[in-house]
Structures are given as C-alpha cells and as structure tokens.
Antibody, heavy 121, light 106 residues
Framework: QVQLEQSGPGLVPPSQTLSLTCVISGDIVSSNSAAWTWIRQSPTRGLEWLGRTYLRSKWRSDYAPFVESRISIEADTAKNQFSLHLRSVTPDDTAVYYC???????????WGQGSLVIVSS | DIQMTQSPPSLSASVGDTITITCQASQDIASYLNWYHQKPGKAPNLLIYDASSLQTGVPSRFIGSGSGTDFVFTITNLQPEDVGTYYCHQFDSLPRTFGGGTVVDI
C-alpha cells in the first residue's frame, strides 16, 4: 500500500518561499510508471493542479502555467521523497496543499494527508 | 486550459436513491476522465478512472460513462457514507484540471 506523508510549515510570510515535502512509502520516487504531483485546494479556486516530476530515462517536470515562473518540484531519490517550492508567495497562495501519486500519468490514486499553508505576516 | 463544468453544484437525496452528476469538457478529451470523492478535511479519493473503470476496492454502485466532451457519474443505492463532494478531472492534456465539484448530502 502506497502512503504519502507531507510535512512543512503552516505559515509563510508574503514574498517568501513555500516549501513542502512528501515522503513516499510503498513505492519509489524513481518509478518509471508514476509521476509525483502537487495539487492545492482553496474555497475560491477549488482544486488546482500545480505540477509534477517523474523519471523517464531522465528527470522531467511539468508545471501549470499560472505558477510556472515561481515553482519547482524536485525529487530526492536517497530519501525517497519529493518537494514543492513556491517562491514569492502572496495571500492568494493560501490553500490546502496535497501531494499525490499520478499512476501512469493517468490518475491520482494515492494522496497525502494535506497541509494547510497560510500566507500571512 | 481545458475547462470542466460539473452540474449540479449540489444535490440532496435519500438513502437508496440513484443520483447522477454530469461533467462537460470544453474540448474533446476522449475517455481521459476520472472521478473523485472528497469528505470534509480529507484528501480526494479516486473512484473511477478512464471514464468508466472502477478503482480497486470501490463498490460497484459507482458508475462512470461517457466520452468526448460529455460524461456522467452515477451512484445507485446511495449510502450514508457517500456524502461529500464529487469532482471530475481530465488528464487529456496539461495542465490537468478539475470540475468545480458537486456537493451531495443526505
């Protein structure tokens, strides 16, 4: 059974970087049949796919255009985890953030528990 | 981006009822559609993938159908644990997008 455990600060000051980590058990981040994804949810914007990273001969990342200029998603094979870094945050980035496995680039079948991140001074 | 339009936004039903939710894509997405169920304070849970395939462990009362731009999600014999919000989600193209959700209460 795949489990994803999220961690990271719940409060981030405006203009700083939001960083979250998702530790994987029951699968490996370097799997050739999965991608590792971040999704966020807020009452005003609903569910928003932020991006993913995956290994297919080399590491690849895809990002949503609305955050592409300030996001990075990175895998750490030694720790079997992946991380989200979202730079220059504003209060509009306040949301519950989820990590998820994207099986065969087709479906998010396992999710982390969610992390509420508030952007405020 | 592909826009996903769900309806109705909410519905109320009784135990044992059959309910239907629709999802319309702004362009042809073939069968590249999933359905999720979310309970308050929890992550979404995958129910249906590839428009009509039942995820392992999901009861057969959950049914998905459709292709192209129009999709239907049905719950037969509605149970108390089925309350929550249901979302459609397209994986035809990037960025992945979700419908606005349908709140189901009993």
């Amino acid at each position: 059974q795949v489990q994803l455990e999220q961690s990271g600060p719940g409060l981030v000051p405006p203009s700083q970087t939001l960083s979250l980590t998702c530790v994987i058990s029951g699968d490996i981040v370097s799997s050739n049949s999965a991608a590792w994804t971040w999704i966020r949810q807020s009452p005003t914007r609903g569910l928003e796919w932020l991006g993913r990273t995956y290994l297919r001969s080399k590491w690849r990342s895809d990002y949503a255009p609305f955050v592409e200029s300030r996001i990075s998603i990175e895998a750490d094979t030694a720790k079997n985890q992946f991380s989200l870094h979202l730079r220059s945050v504003t209060p509009d980035d306040t949301a519950v953030y989820y990590c998820a496995r994207d099986k065969r680039l087709r479906r998010h079948d396992f999710w982390g528990q969610g992390s509420l991140v508030i952007v405020s001074s | 981006d592909i826009q996903m339009t769900q309806s109705p936004p909410s519905l109320s039903a009784s135990v044992g009822d059959t309910i239907t939710i629709t999802c319309q894509a702004s362009q042809d997405i073939a069968s590249y559609l999933n359905w999720y169920h979310q309970k308050p304070g929890k992550a979404p849970n995958l129910l249906i993938y590839d428009a009509s395939s039942l995820q392992t462990g999901v009861p057969s009362r959950f049914i998905g159908s459709g292709s192209g731009t129009d999709f239907v999600f049905t719950i037969t014999n509605l149970q108390p644990e089925d309350v929550g919000t249901y979302y459609c989600h397209q994986f035809d193209s990037l960025p992945r997008t979700f419908g606005g959700g349908t709140v189901v209460d009993i």
